[in-house]
């Protein structure tokens, strides 16, 4: 079975291929996460006789297969999920491949996806439906040994962190991007911050939402309450015209596109509800990435497509930065250019604060072998040219970690 998978194997940058279970075992939800190396040992070594060197064969032989049976460590080893959360896990193992199957309480394997779904990977998607459930995680060969982990599925789970990739098969002395992901955290409706002086959500979340009664009109008109919810009172609104007659900007909306809680790096959209005067009015959206000294960057400039009430958006990407960061919708009456406080009678701005949460990024296990760059966000991972064993970079956030496994390609 391996020799099939040899070209494969060999070629720099393929993707593992998938392996086909035996019969009795090959079933749609249940993945094997293959292992390159000792299958590479052996086409080398197998010109020698395959095993011959002492250290390679340790990584398939009996007395390693032993020593993993005390070592097959899950991670995590427990977890609270939201209804269609997805978590990656690992196993501290390298001997063989694994194989990942959702089973019920008795450890029946539950083909069903009643309980969840798992990739080959070990990525495990949670039902839609809050419940208890069992992961397990075998090494193929080796029937007897395998770890089961409780998974509760509840609305109320708090966020959970994953990484991408879970699993890391790499070069000695070459670099890699990691990134994480912060699962199953929900949208947020912004209250009046009397910190900031503007809209805020404080949260973990997708998204933040300041809508129409927080925001509708400018300065006394409507009136906008609280006016004019710029970050510290920095800008006032221009008090010229009448509600929903002259320009105002509505109410803002900053969520994420993949559903993802914001983090630095990802995709963010911005919707801002207006009502325009004319065509030749202009939106445009700045952000921040430090809500509390913020320094303004224009993101767009965004044109009505005729007076009266619509919706105008744009996207960017989420810089790093503070714990809180904001965006500015500046809405101004034709003529002049941009500006985060333009000076126009009829001239609305509203910031929207929102938290990022932080992700850290550490070296795991006994002896580091690799070294992380740009340890916020996502990382840059270097496997030092030495480096001859397994190596953990851990992602860590609001308590929860997620390990990236790195195995070492000896050619
Ligand atoms: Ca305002
Ligand atoms: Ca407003």
């Not at 197998?46 to 990584?59: A, P, S, T, V």
């Not at 965006?327 to 609305?348: I, L």
Request: overall charge negative; some cysteine.
């Amino acid at each position: 079975m391996k020799c099939d998978y040899f070209a494969a194997i060999l070629s720099p940058g393929a993707p593992l291929p998938k392996v086909t279970a035996p019969a009795e075992d090959n079933a749609a939800s249940r993945g094997w996460n293959m292992k390159r190396q000792p299958l590479f040992f052996c086409i080398v070594f197998g010109l020698f006789g395959c095993g011959r060197e002492g250290q390679l064969e340790d990584r398939t032989s009996a007395s390693a297969k032993a020593q993993a049976l005390g070592s097959l460590r899950v991670v995590p080893s427990a977890l609270r999920l939201q209804p269609n959360a997805k978590q990656t896990f690992t196993v501290d193992s390298n001997t063989e491949y694994h194989t990942w199957t959702v089973v019920d309480s008795t450890g029946t394997p539950d083909y069903s996806g009643g309980g969840g779904t798992v990739d080959y990977m070990g990525t495990y998607t949670a039902p839609p439906y809050p419940g208890t459930f069992y992961l397990r995680v075998g090494l193929a060969n080796t029937p007897n040994v395998s770890s089961t982990v409780p998974i509760v599925v509840a609305a109320s789970a708090p966020p959970s962190i994953s990484v991408n990739p879970a699993i890391l098969q790499m070069r000695r002395g070459n670099y890699q991007q990691l990134s994480a992901s912060i699962w199953g955290a929900a949208s947020e409706n912004a209250v009046y911050d009397a910190a900031f002086k503007a809209p805020a959500c404080s949260n973990v979340s997708k998204g933040c939402i300041a809508g129409s009664s927080l925001l509708s009109g400018r300065a006394n008109l409507g009136p906008e309450p609280n006016q004019p919810n710029t970050i510290n009172g920095s800008c006032a609104d221009g008090a010229s015209g009448d509600y929903h007659s002259r320009e105002s900007v509505d109410a803002v909306t900053v969520s994420t596109t993949d559903g993802d809680a914001f983090a630095p790096g990802k995709t963010v959209s911005v919707e801002v509800a207006v009502w325009a005067s004319s065509r030749a009015d202009r939106l445009e959206l700045y952000y921040a990435a430090d809500a509390s000294a913020p320094d303004w960057t224009l993101i767009t400039t965004l044109t009505p497509d005729a007076p009266g009430a619509q919706t105008l958006s744009a996207t960017y990407t989420l810089p790093s930065g503070g714990p809180k960061q904001a965006v500015r919708a500046n809405f101004r009456y034709e003529g002049g250019s941009a500006d985060p406080c333009t000076a126009g009678p009829y001239d609305d701005r509203d910031d929207v604060v929102f938290a990022v949460p932080s992700v850290t990024w550490r070296m795991a296990g006994d002896n580091p072998v690799g070294v992380l760059a740009f340890a916020s966000g996502n990382a840059t991972y270097y496997l030092a040219p030495y480096a001859q064993t397994l190596d953990y970079a851990e992602a860590q956030f609001a308590g929860s970690s997620a390990y990236v496994t790195i195995q070492v390609l000896w050619w």
